[in-house]
C-alpha cells in the first residue's frame, strides 16, 4: 500500500507564508508527477501546481509569482511553498503523486487526506 501525508497547514494572515509538505510512502517502487490541488467550500478541486520528477513545473494562474513546488526525490516528499497569500486561497490543500509500486506494473495517482489553509483578512 502507499500513503500520502500532508502536513503544514494551519491559519495565517493575508500576506503571509505558509509550506506545505507531503511525504509518501509504502511499497513505491518510483513516483512520477507529484501535485498540490486545492478545495474551497462548495467548488470544486481544482490543480495549484505540479511537478513531474524531472523538476519541470506547472502552476495555476492564481499562484503564479506566489507559489513554488519542489520536491525532493530521496525522501519521495513535495513541497507548496506559498507567498503573499490571500482570502481566497483559503482551502484543503490536497497532494497527489503518481506512484508505480514496487509490486505492480502499473501506476496509480495516489491522494493524501488533505491540509486546512485558512487565510484571514
Known amino acids: 500500500q502507499v500513503q500520502l501525508v500532508e502536513s503544514g497547514g494551519g491559519l495565517v494572515q493575508a500576506g503571509g507564508s505558509l509550506r506545505l509538505s507531503c511525504l509518501a510512502s509504502g511499497s513505491i517502487f518510483s513516483i512520477n508527477g507529484m501535485g498540490w490541488y486545492r478545495q474551497a467550500p462548495g467548488k470544486q478541486r481544482d490543480l495549484v501546481a505540479a511537478i513531474t520528477s524531472g523538476g519541470i513545473t506547472n502552476y495555476a494562474d492564481s499562484v503564479k509569482g506566489r507559489f513554488t513546488i519542489s520536491r525532493d526525490n530521496a525522501k519521495n516528499t513535495v513541497y507548496l511553498q506559498m507567498n503573499s497569500l490571500k482570502p481566497e486561497d483559503t482551502a484543503v490543500y490536497y497532494c497527489?503523486?503518481?506512484?508505480?509500486?514496487?509490486?505492480?506494473?502499473?501506476?496509480?495517482?495516489?491522494w493524501g487526506q488533505g491540509t486546512q489553509v485558512t487565510v484571514s483578512s
Open positions: 497527489n503523486a503518481d506512484v508505480v509500486r514496487s509490486d505492480s506494473a502499473y501506476q496509480l495517482r495516489y
